[in-house]
T-cell receptor
Framework: NAGVTQTPKFRILKIGQSMTLQCTQD?????MYWYRQDPGMGLKLIYY???????DKGEVPNGYNVSRSTTEDFPLRLELAAPSQTSVYFC?????????FGPGTRLTVT | GESVGLHLPTLSVQEGDNSIINCAYS??????FIWYKQESGKGPQFIID?????DKRQGQRVTVLLNKTVKHLSLQIAATQPGDSAVYFC??????????FGKGTMLLVSP
């Protein structure tokens, strides 16, 4: 099992550009999550999904969108990048209680 | 909702010492707690979890203690090694809600 994979690892965006952060898991988990982590801070939940076709907002959803067309994939879309979205983004999937995290995408918006 | 805080942003220990990392939570309805370790440049990794019907749970070199009366959680690492150097997060979840993470404590282990 590859677990949770994320692409890209790094990205620099200009203000106003769009991009999609990819997340894939091969553990057949229904629950998936997107978090952002700012320097010296804990993880903040952006969006989550309890299964294909079902998504819901977390604590900090503004400026982001998600979709979940398959169990495996949970992409995060940034439509109009802003400097406040500079962060490290982690995707996670969940089995029963434990969440498994991907390696993260480091995004800089300038 | 829930808020989770850690008492110390940084903890420095000598190799071989026991380390104790503390965490406080606010919501008495929280019934699941988990500790993660995050090494530099990597995603968080599961260490140990505990449910509210337990006071203590042990793993390999790690023990989690839960005090529901004062809403306090601690992670004890026995015989700390340089490889234990990382940021440690606790997280809490009330009922069927989502996890709320604390800010993390950086553990620095010197030889």
């Amino acid at each position: 099992n590859a677990g949770v994979t994320q692409t890209p690892k790094f990205r620099i965006l200009k203000i106003g550009q769009s991009m999609t952060l990819q997340c894939t898991q091969d553990m057949n988990h229904n629950y998936m999550y997107w978090y952002r982590q700012d320097p010296g801070m804990g993880l903040k939940l952006i969006y989550y999904s309890v299964g294909a076709g079902i998504t819901d907002k977390g604590e900090v959803p503004n400026g982001y969108n998600v979709s979940r067309s398959t169990t495996e994939d949970f992409p995060l879309r940034l439509e109009l990048a802003a400097p406040s979205q500079t962060s490290v983004y982690f995707c996670a999937s969940q089995a029963s209680y434990e969440q498994y995290f991907g390696p993260g995408t480091r995004l800089t918006v300038t | 909702g829930e808020s989770v805080g850690l008492h110390l942003p940084t903890l420095s220990v000598q190799e071989g010492d026991n380390s104790i990392i503390n965490c406080a939570y606010s919501n008495s309805a929280s019934d699941y707690f988990i500790w993660y370790k995050q090494e530099s440049g990597k995603g968080p990794q599961f260490i140990i979890d505990i449910r509210s019907n337990m006071d203590k749970r042990q793993g390999q070199r790690v023990t989690v203690l839960l005090n529901k009366t004062v809403k306090h959680l601690s992670l004890q690492i026995a015989a700390t090694q340089p490889g234990d150097s990382a940021v440690y997060f606790c997280a809490a979840r009330p009922g069927y809600s989502t996890l709320t993470f604390g800010k993390g404590t950086m553990l620095l282990v010197s030889p």
